[in-house]
């Protein structure tokens, strides 16, 4: 029994002794690395979220407008006076959707353009679905402020985007 504690003993010291070469801090670069790393990954699968948040915006109420007793969404608006922002923001959403899916550089930088296109295009829709007229203003709806928010966090998953670079002292010929 003292023999079996003795080694156990032996074996506790062994471990301390060897944590003493460890650094007592983490490395700087290597805290940075992660932490970039890991802030890419959640900001891309928050862009994902949003994508899809974004298209269930455009079915969702945007405004009502007590004079006529309609409830406007991306997809209608009365004698379709406000056209269907739905159908391009719709469009939007699918195609940033598949570019941050994609592990391409040309990808990323197309995604960029797109979702800076629907961020725009959803400011647009945004002013025209929710202006006064006639001294009457309508009432805005949860889902003109989801489709707004929605873009405006693909728009920011779009310029962080989660991508690896390949070293280029790996691929470099030795002479």
């Given at each position: 029994?003292?023999?079996?504690?003795?080694?156990?003993?032996?074996?506790?010291?062994?471990?301390?002794?060897?944590?003493r070469n460890l650094p007592k801090f983490p490395l700087p670069n290597t805290e940075r690395?992660?932490?970039?790393?890991?802030?890419?990954?959640?900001?891309?699968?928050?862009?994902?979220?949003?994508?899809?948040?974004?298209?269930?915006?455009?079915?969702?109420?945007?405004?009502?407008?007590?004079?006529?007793?309609?409830?406007?969404?991306?997809?209608y608006s009365f004698q379709n006076n406000y056209g269907k922002p739905g159908k391009f923001?719709?469009?939007?959403?699918?195609?940033?959707?598949?570019?941050?899916?994609?592990?391409?550089?040309?990808?990323?930088?197309?995604?960029?353009?797109?979702?800076?296109?629907?961020?725009?295009?959803?400011?647009?829709?945004?002013?025209?679905?929710?202006?006064?007229?006639?001294?009457?203003?309508?009432?805005?709806?949860?889902?003109?402020?989801?489709?707004?928010?929605?873009?405006?966090?693909?728009?920011?998953?779009?310029?962080?985007?989660?991508?690896?670079?390949?070293?280029?002292?790996?691929?470099?010929?030795?002479?």
């Open positions: 029994m003292a023999e079996w504690l003795g080694r156990a003993l032996q074996k506790l010291v062994q471990q301390f002794e060897s944590a690395e992660f932490f970039n790393s890991m802030f890419s990954k959640i900001l891309q699968q928050i862009g994902f979220v949003a994508c899809i948040a974004l298209v269930v915006a455009c079915f969702m109420p945007w405004a009502y407008y007590a004079d006529i007793k309609e409830t406007f969404t991306g997809f923001l719709t469009l939007v959403a699918i195609i940033a959707f598949v570019l941050m899916y994609l592990p391409k550089v040309w990808a990323k930088r197309t995604n960029l353009f797109v979702c800076a296109l629907g961020v725009g295009y959803a400011i647009k829709s945004y002013i025209l679905f929710t202006s006064c007229y006639n001294a009457y203003c309508p009432e805005k709806e949860a889902g003109v402020y989801l489709m707004l928010i929605a873009t405006i966090i693909m728009l920011l998953s779009s310029i962080f985007p989660d991508l690896k670079m390949k070293d280029k002292k790996a691929h470099t010929p030795q002479t």
